[in-house]
């Protein structure tokens, strides 16, 4: 059995790693070249860098920053925030980034998936779907940054982004997002029970706990958490220890 992956994930505005409640009041939390590095150093799995004001300036700035994390790390990321085109993953490639994440643009134009697929590896396209659970207890998916809702479930665009060559589901609940409650482990365990590639669950970490349940309860593939790393609250050395010791298959380090 494949180790479950622990991801710190880094919203990158302006240079600077943020992190907000509810994907609203973001506060500073960092130097994303000096976050990552010692992510990396603590024994992260992979990193996720996201461009969250991916402007056309915004980019080249982000593309420089991604230069900069790939000359520390000795681990896999991920960068994403306005890749729309076969351009963008090969400027982020070239950077240095291992995989990209694609959200909005391929919602708007699924084929984008089956393009990054074809030209440059199922391995580097990550689907992120941000979704809410509506009070009828539909997930729809939303846009730009969970501001416009599609009408589009969370278990059918899934489907569709595994069918188009998508490497792995990067899934955030909105409804969960900085609230530090625990994940949506029914909806997660519905995805990874029906998928055949990998789910990485986003939105809700805030206790050791809640990592155990997503593996254990929700069977994620990989837990990705901002605030409980950026701000000190959850050592990841001391995170991994405690899953080894509940049962969970992880990557320890020294």
């Known amino acids: 059995m494949l180790a479950k992956r622990i991801i710190p994930c880094l919203d990158v505005k302006d240079g ?3 992190k907000g409640t509810n994907f ?17 150093e603590q024994g992260a799995d992979e990193l996720v860098f996201l461009d969250i004001t991916a402007s056309h300036e915004g980019r080249k700035t982000f593309a420089t920053m991604v230069t900069r994390v790939a000359a520390e ?5 991920t960068v994403g925030g306005g890749i729309g085109a076969l351009a963008d993953v090969d400027t982020m490639l070239s950077a240095g980034a291992d995989k990209v994440s694609v959200n909005s643009a391929a919602l708007r134009r699924p084929a984008l998936i089956d393009e990054i697929s074809n030209h440059f590896g199922s391995q580097v396209c990550v689907v992120a779907i941000d979704a809410r659970c509506r009070a009828d207890g539909k997930w729809e998916c939303y846009l730009n940054g969970g501001r416009i809702p599609t009408g589009r479930t969370l278990f059918d665009w899934a489907h569709e982004a595994q069918e188009r060559g ?3 589901i990067l899934f955030t609940s909105m409804n969960h997002d900085g609230v530090k409650n625990g994940f949506a482990n029914d909806a997660l365990r519905q995805l990874a029970d029906t998928l055949t590639i990998p789910v990485i669950a986003s939105g809700g970490a805030g206790a ?3 990592f155990r349940d997503v593996f254990a309860i929700g069977h994620a593939d990989a837990a990705l958490a ?3 790393f950026h701000f000190g609250e959850i050592p990841i050395p001391e995170l991994k220890h405690y899953l080894h010791q ?3 298959n992880v990557r320890l380090t020294d």
């Open 73 to 77: 790390l000795s681990i896999p990321f």
């Open 226 to 228: 901002a605030s409980v």
């Open 208 to 210: 050791k706990e809640h």
């Open 16 to 18: 600077q790693t943020v």
């Open 246 to 248: 509940e049962g969970i």
């Open 166 to 168: 998508a490497g792995e």
């Open 24 to 40: 609203v009041n973001l506060r500073q939390a960092g130097d994303p070249v000096a976050l990552g590095k010692a992510y990396s």
